[in-house]
Every structure is written in structure tokens, then in C-alpha cells.
């Protein structure tokens, strides 16, 4: 198998505890067969004054994600959800730790049941 990266949208790098639209930068990281490695803190500039889901902000996420096959945020809203989906990005609503989805990934990885990354 590939390696993937995936974005997590977190406050402390240990949960996801943010959602969509509050990220003002994502952790990167890259999912092998058998590790995790922190690749970088991706910064996101949205344009003050517009929501998070209007158009132009949708293109700076998008541009942040650019090399991601999935997201983890705390919540998204329907239309970033599918603005996402149609850029083939899957993004995942959930509260765990970061160590939780990796240990989940790995095995799920190692057992061939990973289809998104």
C-alpha cells in the first residue's frame, strides 16, 4: 500500500476539537503502512469578513487540503461537506484523540479496510 495524508483541525495536537469553519491551520500528517509522521502545520488565512463556507473561503480550505484524501474535524456544515467531497476530500466528524484515529487507521490499513486514504 501508499502512503496518504490526512488534515486534522486541532487546538492542542492532541484532540480534534475544532470545527470546519474555526481552523485557522491544520495538522498534516502522512499515514504509511506501519507509522504516522507529523509532516507539518498548515496555515489557513480565510478573508475576514466572510463566512467560512462562502466560496472564496471553500478555495483556501481546498488549497490547504491539496495533497489530503481526508479531514478529521469536530463538525462541518453540509455544504463544506460536499464542497469537500466533490474535491475527492472525506471529512470525518469526530471528538477522539490523534492517537486514537492513528492507531485506527494503522490497523485498519494493515487489515486492507482503508478505502479513503
Known amino acids: 500500500m501508499s502512503s496518504c495524508r490526512i488534515a486534522i483541525a486541532s487546538s492542542d495536537g492532541n484532540t480534534v476539537d475544532l470545527h470546519f469553519g474555526q481552523a485557522t491551520s491544520l495538522l498534516i500528517y502522512e499515514i504509511g ?31 490547504a487540503l491539496h495533497d489530503c484524501s481526508a479531514i478529521f474535524v469536530r463538525r462541518i456544515g453540509q455544504r463544506s461537506l460536499r464542497y469537500l467531497f466533490e474535491r475527492k476530500i472525506t471529512a470525518f466528524e469526530v471528538t477522539f484523540s490523534l492517537n486514537h484515529i492513528f492507531n485506527t487507521l494503522l490497523k485498519n490499513r494493515q487489515r486492507g479496510r482503508v478505502r479513503i486514504l
Open 33 to 63: 503502512d506501519e507509522k504516522v509522521d507529523f509532516i507539518e502545520e498548515r496555515e489557513v488565512r480565510l478573508i475576514p469578513g466572510e463566512a467560512a463556507h462562502a466560496e472564496a473561503n471553500m478555495e483556501i480550505f481546498a488549497g
